[in-house]
């Protein structure tokens, strides 16, 4: 089990990076066209937002392999220590009932949109809409992987809790 979270480690953190980077030298490029060269790149734009969207998404799931989404703890400061286990328990099995709805219908979206073409690039919208079912995947298994490691350890994450 950890080697295969492993690899999503690194296949998720690989795919940040390249669409990072791609975002950052698409929009450094366009800046230096229109500023110095007069002359901007015509699709540069949309691909600007198809990055800026999957890095949302990926990073949305990273956020998740780490636990580190922003959540108001109000509740968990008000609970009592006997319940708090069992609070941080029902929260995971909220994020995954969630997850697995929104990858359920991004799947359906998904495959609604795959007749649009973006006009600059060319480019199927479904290749856009396709990130979310993707990184509902990953953030499905990294919650789930949560949710164990709570069930096993409580205490671990009633001290994460405690901290927030």
Known sequence: MKQLFSI?????????????????????????GRFILGSSISWGEEVAKISLTYLTFFGAAYAMKDNSHYTFDFLIQKLSQRWLPYFLAFRWLVIILISALLLYWS?????????WIMPSTGINRAFV??????????LLLYAMRNFIANLKNPALYMDLANKT
């Open 8 to 32: 999503l480690d690194r296949t998720l953190e690989g795919l940040l990076f390249l669409v990072l980077f791609t975002m950052v030298f698409i929009v450094a490029s366009n800046v230096f």
């Open 107 to 115: 799947v359906e979206v998904t495959l609604g949109i795959t007749g």
């Open 129 to 138: 809409y396709g990130v979310t079912p993707v990184s509902m995947i990953f």
